[in-house]
């Protein structure tokens, strides 16, 4: 675990305040981008030539020690103005080897990115000794030629950052763009975790409230090898506060009547990157320890921060990291306000994890090979979007639900409890995925109950179920076949969700998007409902004791015979649909070829409909 970071929604005031040196918020411009201008001429001498090297803005400074004047990220310019009168002659002064020693040790401790030394008028070749140290301290050097002014660079290094800036621009508009279409397909989750994980080149995975993985999008990169430190320094050096006086000078650059430190580089701070006890790992400690405190045995462990939360420890694949990141950033009530969102590297594997704003405990986590500008903006329109995808639709009137469920459970009737949802009259809707999509999920369900404008929806099973307030008229919804009953009050609703399986399976079979129950005065209606039940009942009393029959049977006839149109309803063989239909015409003993037959057959079964069947297509008992 190389880096971590994590960003509470404000900071304990426990925790005392360091002060570093700060990146300035300007794009980065990668160093080769500088050293392919033509115009410019540049060269690099000395220092790694790693294509990761950026810059974030250019500085001129002619002080032997510029470490007060550097806030990081710089490209230092200097014509070498100071080297004579610090190195010249004299007893007391400082040979070239030790004075580039320590003015390069300086700029690497105060965050600068690269130096570049111009040639003429005060030095026609870079000094051999500033080489040296420039490869010692792994400090990039270019040679700034006679023809190209400072001014000329700092404004080559500004068009690369209006450029970058302009680039990073567009491809955050473009991500949100895409992002927002994502948000509107029939699968909304899924699809805004492919278009994050596509933009950011990396994975990206919704955790539920209890830390399962609902859906994922993406491979997770690879882990790469670890980054060398860079020799010096372990770490740039804190600017100095108040109550944080910058530090000495290395070699003989130090201020007189101070210790002088060893002009040579120190070998690279143990507590560093890879040690449980780095002050920049997940593992340190929001404090200093008590005095006389004993090391933790058993070697690194998993502190709790100021909120008492426990950090992730050293150790795992990125996988397990971005699940312990967000178990951080998760809201629990016991242990205080969570952080918004929690940082860190894995083996070159950069991770973050974002609590969703609907307070539920949904935490969103994003993997990525490199952190590149604009990434955490990306990651923030999409942690934007999932929660309102997975947010509690008119979370105001969940007290009223609940207690409509309570009620329920404890004994009373439907009718009771009905005005607490929001009206007398509602639909039921059945819904599966359109073709052979996979099973719905409770994300995905949820959002189609907020496509419908209900916050009453179940899951379960193949089929979701939502009940839609019926005043409502229900469109067709992309991704999804639906079946939906004639509105009807809470004696009826057992009734109406019959119906709905009933007008999904006729969907499925007709390959329709959205079917209705047809509710309207019909012939049968003239009989006088007793006389139509006995009537039904003794007509299909020799089917009756057999559900699989029955459902058949009613299938068959709404379809009108079709044999190919019934199996898909029903999800059985065309053959079968033919078994039960032949055993159908001898138990009923009639040909169910006739016309009149199917009518007064259809009358008959739909009259035993309104008292009550099973719940969608029929059970698939053994005949």
């Not at 150790?315 to 242990?335: F, Y």
């Amino acid at each position: 675990m190389e880096e971590s970071s994590i960003v509470p929604d404000s900071p304990p005031p426990s925790v005392p305040a360091v002060s570093v040196p700060a990146v300035p918020p300007t794009p980065p411009v990668p160093l080769s981008a500088l050293l392919a201008r033509e115009d410019l001429a540049l060269r690099l001498i000395a220092g790694p030539a790693e294509p990761d090297t950026v810059i974030h803005w250019a500085h001129t400074s002619e002080m032997a020690d510029p470490y007060l004047y550097l806030l990081g990220g710089e490209l230092l310019l200097t014509a070498g103005v100071h080297v004579p009168a610090a190195a010249g002659p004299g007893e007391d002064a400082p040979g070239p080897e030790d004075y580039f020693d320590g003015y390069v040790s300086r700029i690497v401790a105060a965050g600068g990115a690269a130096l570049g030394f111009g040639l003429a008028p005060v030095h026609d070749t870079v000094p051999p000794a500033l080489v040296a140290a420039c490869d010692t301290y792994g400090l990039p050097l270019l040679e700034v030629p006679p023809r190209t002014t400072f001014s000329g660079v700092a404004r080559a290094v500004w068009q690369l950052m209006a450029q970058a800036r302009l680039a990073e621009l567009r491809r955050v508009t473009e991500a949100q763009q895409s992002l927002a279409a994502a948000a509107a397909r029939p699968d909304p989750v899924p699809a805004v975790l492919r278009q994050l994980a596509r933009r950011v080149n990396g994975w990206a995975v919704l955790y539920g409230p209890e830390g399962t993985e609902l859906a994922r999008a993406g491979t997770v990169p690879p882990p790469g090898p670890p980054e060398a430190p860079r020799p010096g320094p372990a770490a740039p050096a804190p600017h100095p506060t108040p109550g944080n006086p910058a530090p000495a000078p290395p070699g003989n650059l130090a201020p007189p009547g101070s210790p002088t430190a060893s002009a040579r580089p120190a070998p690279a701070d143990p507590a560093g990157p890879g040690n449980p006890t780095a002050p920049d790992s997940p593992t340190a400690q929001a404090g200093p320890p008590a005095p006389g405190s004993p090391a933790p045995p058993g070697g690194p462990t998993a502190p709790a921060d100021p909120a008492g939360r426990v950090r992730p420890v050293h150790g795992g694949s990125p996988e397990d990291v971005l699940g312990e990141l967000a178990g951080v950033v998760r809201p629990r009530k016991a242990q205080g306000p969570a952080p918004a969102s929690a940082t860190d590297t894995v083996g070159g594997v950069h991770l973050a994890a974002y609590a969703l704003g609907s307070g539920q405990g949904f935490v969103l986590g994003v993997a990525s090979p490199r952190r590149d500008p604009g990434d955490h903006t990306i990651a923030s329109v999409a942690s934007v979007l999932l929660s309102l995808l997975t947010g509690e639709h008119q979370s105001a009137s969940g007290a009223a639900r609940s207690a409509a469920l309570v009620r329920l459970l404890l004994g009373a009737a439907p009718e009771a409890v009905a005005p607490l949802l929001g009206g007398d009259q509602w639909a039921v809707v059945h819904a599966r995925p359109a073709g052979d999509g996979p099973a719905p999920d409770a994300v995905s369900a949820s959002a189609l109950a907020a496509a419908l404008g209900s916050a009453l929806v179940d899951a379960g099973g193949d089929v979701v179920r939502v009940l839609v307030p019926g005043d409502r008229v229900p469109a067709a919804q992309p991704g999804w076949t639906c079946g939906i009953s004639a509105p009807a009050s809470p004696h009826g609703w057992a009734a109406a969700d019959t119906q709905a399986a009933r007008a999904l399976a006729r969907a499925r079979a007709t390959r329709a998007a959205l079917v209705r129950h047809g509710d309207r005065p019909a012939l049968a209606d003239l009989v006088p409902p007793a006389d139509a039940e006995d009537h039904a009942q003794t007509l299909l009393a020799p089917v009756a004791g057999t559900p699989a029959l029955t459902e058949t049977l009613r299938t068959w006839l709404s379809l009108h015979g079709s044999w190919d149109r019934t199996a898909v309803a029903l999800s059985v063989h065309r053959n079968t649909v033919r078994q039960r239909i032949a055993r159908c015409a001898a138990l009923l003993d009639t040909d169910l070829d006739d016309p009149d037959v199917r009518m007064e057959l259809w009358f008959a079964l739909r009259e035993d409909g309104t008292r009550g069947a099973p719940n969608g297509p029929a059970a698939r008992t053994p005949e």
